[in-house]
């Protein structure tokens, strides 16, 4: 089935450095990919919509500029998070879709924990 | 009003207990219905997708109920290891794939 490698899984950096998180579609191509977020015991919220070869699409209220999202193939979207803040700190977890099924469920990378300290 | 409402729980049963947990969408013209699994601090996996003549899978069934715009899972025979968060999920009517996440509902399968 499809499957969705998502790198780092874990992370912990200082406040001001930056990180970079990547997400690939292994057995199919996806042109839009979504990065969600997650704090404790809340929803998944969506941050923003990646889309190959053009400008992502942000979720109101997220930063377009401290959140990087560049989507340079079909198989690779990554998520920057600029001058990271403890705040940041979070569950960060991207998703693709078989688009070659048009309602088809997404699939979940493994998720990335980020810790700001 | 929420897009998708669940009811967050917890929902606290005793091992082989059937439970049920419903879920509402505002949007009309959503297409296509989801339940996920949460396991705590991983992602979400996919449970089962929701067809309007419903379907089962096991011991979970799932069933739509496009008029009264809300979506159910049962769980039968409840096991210690479903004690999860389940999450209903709602395609929206455009093709963007971007997907609706209600807040989930915990379960809790006690011995």
């Known amino acids: 089935g499809a499957v969705v490698s998502q790198h780092p899984s874990r992370v912990i950096c200082k406040s001001g450095t930056s990180v970079k998180i990547e997400c690939r579609s292994l057995?199919?191509?996806?042109?839009?990919m979504f990065w969600y977020r997650q704090f404790p015991k809340q929803s998944l919220m969506l941050m923003a919509t990646?889309?190959?070869?053009?400008?992502?699409?942000?979720e109101q209220g997220v930063e377009k500029d401290k959140f990087l999202i560049n989507h340079a193939s079909l198989t690779l979207s990554t998520l920057t998070v600029t001058s990271a803040h403890p705040e940041d700190s979070s569950f960060y977890i991207c998703?693709?879709?078989?688009?070659?099924?048009?309602?088809?469920?997404?699939?979940f990378g493994n998720g990335t924990r980020l810790t700001v300290t | 009003r929420k897009e998708v409402e669940q009811d967050p729980g917890p929902f606290n049963v005793p091992e082989g207990a059937t439970v049920a947990f419903n879920c509402t969408y505002s949007n009309s013209a959503s297409q296509s219905f989801f339940w996920y699994r949460q396991d705590c601090r991983k992602e979400p996996k996919l449970l089962m997708s929701v067809y309007s003549s419903g379907n089962e899978d096991g011991r979970f069934t799932a069933q739509l109920n496009r008029a009264s715009q809300y979506i159910s899972l049962l769980i039968r025979d409840s096991k210690l290891s479903d004690s999860a968060t389940y999450l209903c999920v709602v395609h929206g009517s455009s093709n963007t794939g971007k997907l609706i996440f209600g807040q989930g509902t915990t379960l809790q399968v006690k011995p």
């Open positions: 998703s693709a879709r078989d688009e070659r099924d048009r309602y088809s469920p997404l699939h």
């Open positions: 990646s889309n190959e070869g053009s400008k992502a699409t942000y």
């Open positions: 057995d199919f191509q996806a042109t839009t």
